[in-house]
C-alpha cells in the first residue's frame, strides 16, 4: 500500500534528516548527564546550551532566556500557571475562546482556584479584537494569555497591537506559538512578549521537547518541584538528544524561514485555486491574508469533512485539531466564528510542509474533488 500524500503538518512534522543526524550522537554515543562535572557531563551540557542558543536565535531571544520542557503542553502550563502562582494578589487572567487545551484547561483550572478568567469572543475570521482585550484587562490583571497562530485555521493574532495595553495594567503577556514558530517570522521584543511557548514537533524536531521564553526579570514559580535545573523552572534531566534535535531544526529554520515561507504559500495558493474552480461553493474558514503561509482550512457545500476525507484515502488530512480528533462534533473554532454546526461539519484542514511538492498539490485536489463530487 502506499503511503498517502501528508497534509497534516499542522498536527505534526517528520524529522528532518539533518535533525535525525544531529541528534545520534546523543543517542549512541555521549550519554552523559549534562549536570555531572566530569567529561561525559560537560559534553551533554555542551550540546544543551548550543541547543538553547540555536533555539533562542530563531525568535530574538537570549540563551538565558530559554528554557526547555517537554513541549508546547508543558510549557503553556508553566507560563500560564508560574505566573499565577508567582502573584498571588492579582486574581485575573484574559483569554480567548479559541485556544489551544494546552492553554485552556490551566485557566479553567485557575477559574476553579478562585481566579477570575475572562474568555474573548473572536471575529468571523477567527480573530480576538484587540479593543477588546484592553477592555478586559484591570489593575488585577496577571496574565493575557492568547494563541499567536490557530491550529485550526491559521489565522494570526494581534499580539503587538495588545501589548502595550497589557503592560499599562502591570500584567504579562503570554503567546502560545507553537504552531507559528519556523512557518512566519517570530520575534519576541517585536511581539513585545513576556511569555512565548515552542513546541519542537511543529518545526521537525522531535516530539517530547519544546521551550518557553521567559523575559530577562519576568518571575514565574515551577509548576514541577525537583532539583535546580532549567534556572530551577524545570526541574528533571534533561532531555538532551531531542533539545539537540529541537537546536537543529530551529537553525534549519531560521537559515530558510524566507524562502520556504514564499513557496508553502505558494503552494497553498494553488491548491486553493485549483479546488475552487472545480468547488464553487468552497469556503474558506479564516482570514484571508493574515494566516499561516501552510495552512488552508476549507468547508465542503454539502458534505461533511469526515465522509470527504474518508472518500480520499490517498490523502492524509484532517477536519480540525490532533488534540480534538476523535469524535465527530463541530470544531469549536469554527463555532466560535460565528459558523453553523453543519457548515463546520463540512471542514477540512489541509496543512503543507517542507516536502508538499506541486505535483502533490495536484494530485491533492483531484483526490479532494473526486471524493466530493462521489458524496454529492
Not at 63 to 75: D, I, L, Q, R
Not at 281 to 304: D, Q, S
Not at 356 to 374: G, Y
Request: proline share 5%; with cysteine.
Amino acid at each position: 500500500m502506499i503511503d498517502p500524500i501528508y497534509f497534516d503538518h499542522n498536527a505534526t512534522t517528520p524529522l528532518l534528516p539533518e535533525v535525525v543526524d544531529a541528534m545520534l550522537p546523543y543517542l549512541r554515543t555521549h550519554f552523559g548527564n549534562p549536570s555531572s562535572g566530569h567529561v561525559y557531563g560537560c559534553r551533554a551540557r555542551e550540546a544543551v546550551e548550543g541547543a538553547r542558543a540555536k533555539v533562542a536565535a530563531l525568535i530574538g531571544a537570549e540563551p538565558s532566556e530559554t528554557v526547555f520542557t517537554s513541549g508546547g503542553t508543558e510549557a503553556n502550563n508553566l507560563a500560564i500557571r508560574g505566573t499565577a502562582r508567582s502573584r498571588p494578589d492579582r486574581k485575573h487572567v484574559v483569554t480567548s475562546v479559541i485556544e489551544h487545551p494546552a492553554t485552556a484547561n490551566p485557566c479553567r483550572l485557575l477559574e476553579r482556584c478562585g481566579f477570575d478568567v475572562t474568555w474573548l469572543e473572536v471575529d468571523g475570521a477567527g480573530r480576538v479584537r484587540a479593543g477588546d482585550v484592553c477592555q478586559a484587562l484591570t489593575e488585577r490583571t496577571a496574565l493575557v494569555t492568547i494563541m499567536h497562530a490557530n491550529n485550526e485555521t491559521g489565522t494570526l493574532q494581534p499580539i503587538a497591537d495588545i501589548a502595550s495595553a497589557v503592560r499599562e495594567v502591570g500584567a504579562l503577556l503570554h503567546t502560545d506559538a507553537a504552531q507559528s514558530v519556523g512557518k512566519v517570522a517570530v520575534r519576541v521584543d517585536e511581539l513585545n512578549v513576556d511569555l512565548l511557548s515552542i513546541a519542537g514537533h511543529k518545526l521537525y524536531a522531535p516530539k517530547g521537547v519544546g521551550a518557553l521564553y521567559v523575559r530577562s526579570g519576568v518571575v514565574l514559580e515551577p509548576v514541577l518541584r525537583g532539583a535546580g535545573h532549567e534556572r530551577g523552572l524545570r526541574p528533571g534531566t534533561e532531555n538532551v538528544a531531542s533539545i539537540v534535535g529541537l537546536g537543529a531544526a530551529c537553525e534549519i529554520a531560521a537559515a530558510s524561514l524566507a524562502v520556504e515561507s514564499a513557496r508553502v504559500r505558494a503552494l497553498r495558493d494553488e491548491l486553493w485555486s485549483l479546488l475552487q474552480v472545480q468547488i464553487p461553493e468552497l469556503a474558506l474558514n479564516g482570514h484571508e491574508t493574515l494566516r499561516l503561509p501552510n495552512t488552508l482550512n476549507v468547508r465542503f457545500p454539502g458534505a461533511r469533512g469526515s465522509a470527504v476525507l474518508a472518500a480520499a484515502p490517498g490523502l492524509a488530512a484532517s477536519t480540525g485539531s490532533a488534540c480534538h480528533e476523535g469524535g465527530e462534533s463541530a470544531s469549536a473554532v469554527l463555532l466560535a466564528m460565528g459558523l453553523a454546526a453543519d457548515a463546520a461539519l463540512g471542514s477540512v484542514r489541509l496543512s503543507l510542509g517542507r516536502a508538499t511538492t506541486e505535483e502533490d498539490v495536484r494530485r491533492a485536489a483531484e483526490l479532494l474533488v473526486s471524493a466530493w463530487k462521489t458524496l454529492r
